[in-house]
C-alpha cells in the first residue's frame, strides 16, 4: 500500500513539477484557437467544454494496461509500481501532450499526416503500415487476454 501511495505522490509531482517544464519548453500560445473552433464543421472538428474532452481523454487511455499494471504490480512488487509511474511521466505523458499540440499548430493533422508533412511521403507509409500493427496487436491482447487472466 506504501509504494501504490508513493506511486500516486510522485504522478501528482511529476504533473505539477515535469509537466511545467515540458510546457514551457513547447512554448504554448492559450490565445491560439484550437481546430475545434478554427475549422468547425460539427462533424470531425467539435468544440467541447474541459470535462468531457478530460473524460474523451480517460478513454482513449483506458484499456487493458491499466488492468494488467496493478496484476504486474502484484505478481513483480514494486518495480512493477516504479516502471509504471517513471514511464507514465517521462515518457507517456510527454508523448501524448507533444504529439497533440503538434497536431493543434498543425490544423488538426493526425500522426501520418504528420509524417508525410514533415518527413516524407514514404514515412507516411511507414507510420500507417506502423499503427495498423500496433492495431493488430492491441486486438490480438483483448481477444486472448481473458482467457490467460483466468484459468479455464
Known sequence: MITFIVSILLLIAGYFTYG??????FVTNRKRQTPAFSMRDNIDYVPMNTTRNSLIQLLNIAGVGPIFGPILGALYGPVAFVWIVIGCIFAGAVHDYLTG????RNH???LPQLAGKF????MKHVVNGFAI???LLVGTVFVTSPRRCWPI
Not at 20 to 25: C, G, L, Q
Not at 101 to 104: Q, R
Open 20 to 25: 511545467k517544464f515540458v510546457e514551457r519548453v
Open 133 to 135: 500493427l500496433l492495431l
Open 108 to 110: 488538426g493533422a493526425h
Open 101 to 104: 499540440m503538434i497536431s493543434i
Open 119 to 122: 518527413l516524407g511521403k514514404a
